[in-house]
C-alpha cells in the first residue's frame, strides 16, 4: 500500500505530465504529417505516448532496484534544481532536448549554489529538510544515476516498439526531394533514491524511510528524463540505431567504471564533477559522429527518375511478405514498368489479389517477390512511396 501512494505522489508531479504532453505532441505530429503525405499513418497508435507509460515503468522497476540496493543518496537541494530545469527545458525547448545536458546542468548549478548552501539551510531544517553539501560520496551516486540514464537510451533505441520509422520528406540545398527518418522518445522514469532527513515522514506518516546508523533516509521516487531526438537521411535507421545505442551502451559502462573507481580514491567533488562533464562532452561527441557519419554515407534516400523509391512499410500488412526494405526501388509492379506512384497503383489494380513486383535493392541487385493482397483493397498493400505531388 506504501508504495501504491509512493508511485501515486510520483504522477502527481509537473514534470511526469509535461513529459506525457510531450510524448502526446511528438506522437500526434507524426501520425498527422503521415495522414497528410502519405494518405494514412504508417503507425496510426500514438505509441510514443503508450510507451511513456509502459517502458518508463519498466525501467523504473530495475532503475528502482539498482538505487536502493546500492543505498544511492542524493541531496534534496539538487532535486529541485534538477526537476526545476527539467520543467524549464520541456516548456522552452520541447523539440531539441537531451536529458544529458539537463542532467549535466543541474550538477554544475548545484556545484555553483553549494557555497550559499548554508544561508538557507537553517530555514530548511526547520521544515524537517537536511541539507547536504558537496560531497565526493554525492558526485559518485550522481556518477551512478547518470550510467543509468545512458543505458535506457541504449535500450530504447534497440526497442522494436519504439523504431517506427516514420519518413519526412525534405528538401535539400539543390531543391532536390530526400527523405529524413527521425526517432524521437521520451520517457519519466521513476527510480527510488534516498534522501537524509525525514521531512516525508513527519508530513505523511505512512512515507517509508530508513534507519542507517544514526541518519534518517527517506525514499524518493526521483524523475528521471531518458530519451532523445536523433535523424538519418542515408543510413538504414534500424542499423543508425543500433549502432547509435552501442555508444550509449559504452558510455554507460564507462561512466560506471569511473564511479566504482572514484569510490576508492580520494578524489574531491570537484574533480568528479570533472569527470562527469566529461561523460557528457563524451555524449555530445557521439552524437555529433552519428550526424557526421550519416553525412559521409554514399546513399540517399532521394526521390528516383527510375521506378519508385519504397520509403515505409506499414506492419501487419501484405508487405510483410513481400522482404522489402525501405530505399529499396520498385521498378515493375504486375509486369509492368512503373516511374510513379501513380502507375504503381495502377498497375496494382490489374490484379487486385495479388502483387508481382521487380525490385532493384540498396546493393543495386534485382530481386522478384510476390505475395496475396487484400481482395478489392490494393491501397492497403502497406508499402509507402515517393509522392508524386511536391511538397
Known sequence: MQVLKVLELFLLQPLVWLGLIRSWLTARQRVTYERHHYRSAIEARYVESRNFFKDGLGLGIIATIIGLLLGLVVSPVWVVIYELLAVLSLLVSPWGYLPITVFGLSWLIYWGFNPHLNRVAWQLQMHGVTTVSLSSGLVINGLVILAVILA?????????????????????????????????????????????????????????VFQIGSHSYSVLLLPLLVGASVQVYKQLPK?????????????????????????????????LLGLMGLMMVATWL???????????QQFWYSDTDQGVRVIGLRPKTPADKLNLSIGDVILECNRQPVHTEAQFYAALLQSPTYVHLKVRNRQQELIITETAIYSGAPHELGIVLFTDQED
Open 286 to 296: 557521439l552524437l555529433g559522429q552519428h550526424r557526421y557519419h550519416d553525412s559521409h
Open 152 to 208: 535506457g537510451m541504449a535500450w530504447l533505441l534497440t526497442r522494436r516498439n519504439t523504431q517506427l520509422n516514420s519518413p519526412q520528406i525534405r528538401p535539400d540545398q539543390r531543391g532536390k526531394r530526400i527523405v529524413r527518418y527521425r526517432w524521437q522518445q521520451l520517457l519519466v522514469v521513476p527510480m527510488g533514491v534516498l534522501v537524509p532527513g525525514d521531512w516525508f515522514h513527519a508530513t505523511m506518516s505512512w512515507w517509508p
Open 239 to 271: 542499423l543508425a540505431w543500433r549502432r547509435l545505442a552501442g555508444g550509449y551502451l559504452l558510455l554507460a559502462g564507462a561512466t560506471l567504471v569511473l564511479a566504482i573507481i572514484a569510490r576508492f580514491t580520494v578524489l574531491g567533488p570537484q574533480w
